[in-house]
């Protein structure tokens, strides 16, 4: 069952970063503190570039640590009682490979 959860396509994408990010009041600094990303990757992202899975997996927890939801082709949202898969990604093995 682990692996089909880990095989599913992650619902948060560049389109969502701007607007998320407008909707729980931070800058791109602020968004770059919370998720360990780099200021750099998150400009790049909003203008369209695709970065590495697991960068986008510690952007959409920041994110939903704030109780949004990301669903494909929808704008953000905010989920009653919703809070990230992983509270601290920076425990995350596969961490290191953020950009």
């Known amino acids: 069952m682990e692996w089909l959860i880990a095989s599913l396509p992650l619902q948060f994408g560049s389109e ?9 009041g931070w800058s ?7 998720s360990g990303v780099s200021p750099g990757a998150i400009r790049r992202l909003e203008r369209g570039a695709e970065l590495l899975p697991v960068t ?4 959409a927890y920041a994110f939903e ?3 949004l939801v990301f669903f494909a082709a929808n704008a953000p ?12 990604p920076r425990t995350r093995d596969d961490y290191h490979f953020v950009e």
């Open 16 to 24: 969502h970063c701007e607007i998320a990010r407008s909707m729980v």
């Open 28 to 34: 791109v600094e602020a968004l770059a503190f919370r």
């Open 56 to 59: 986008m997996q510690a952007l």
């Open 65 to 67: 640590a704030e109780g």
């Open 77 to 88: 949202m905010r989920g009653d009682n919703c809070s990230g898969a992983t509270p601290d």
